[in-house]
């Protein structure tokens, strides 16, 4: 019976699955792994920013002449789309700690969608940029490339941990699956959050 379920391991349906997780009384220890991971990432692309702006106040003219300003409308709509998404993902979370392993598969699977249209837009623009100037000719390509890289990459993991949690939820929830689509989902609050600030120095010669 599912209501005699009370450990972890022994969540293995659905129902127990959810009967485990109303009575939980600390957070899992997997989210560990998934702070130690977003902590390490946050630096990274926190390093980049700073180093955005050092090499900024190094020189008058930001970007170099021959290189326009970026343009501002494609990537706040794009960045507005990849924090939108973060709402599907939450009810799927709320779905799956409820027991419904289907609803949380769609959820989610809407989430990928729009995550994964996200990316591919962005790598157009990210490919257009290159044919208008290297990271190799400039500190402002080599800086500029390096941080929006770094923040696609970052995208392109998240899909990767999507897919691996779809696959999975397909054979239903688990105590374990219910772990792994609450931690994947803090990546991507994490991803959505860091996002902004990406942007935002991605954009500054034209704000």
């Known amino acids: 019976m ?22 939980r009384r600390s957070m899992p ?27 900024r106040f190094k020189v008058v003219d930001w970007p170099p002449p021959g290189i326009e300003k ?3 409308t494609l990537p706040l709509v794009f960045t507005g789309m990849l924090i939108a998404s973060c709402a599907p993902f939450f009810a799927g979370v709320q779905a799956a700690k409820a027991g419904l392993a289907r609803a949380a598969w ?14 591919g837009l962005q790598i157009h623009l ?11 000719e400039t500190a402002y390509g080599s800086v500029y490339f ?17 897919a691996w949690l779809l696959a999975k939820l397909l054979g239903g929830l688990t105590n374990y699956r219910l772990l792994g689509v ?11 959050a860091t996002a902004i600030p990406v942007v935002l120095t991605q954009l500054y010669p034209s704000l």
């Not at 209501?3 to 349906?13: C, D, F």
């Open 70 to 72: 970026p343009s501002l």
């Open 106 to 119: 769609l959820l989610i699977a809407s989430a990928t969608a729009i995550q994964a249209t996200y990316l």
């Open 182 to 192: 609450r931690v994947v989902a803090l990546y991507w609050y994490f991803v959505a």
């Open 29 to 55: 220890s997997g989210w560990i792994g998934m702070i130690l991971l977003i902590a390490t990432e946050a630096t990274l692309l926190g390093c980049l920013i700073a180093t955005y702006f050092y090499l």
């Open 2 to 23: 599912s209501g005699s379920v009370t450990r972890s391991m022994e969540a293995t349906t659905n129902r127990a699955t959810a009967v485990v997780e109303s009575s």
């Open 146 to 162: 390096a941080m929006v890289g770094a923040h696609h990459a970052h995208v392109a993991v998240g899909l990767a941990f999507d």
């Open 126 to 136: 990210f490919i257009d940029d290159l044919n208008k100037f290297a990271p190799d």
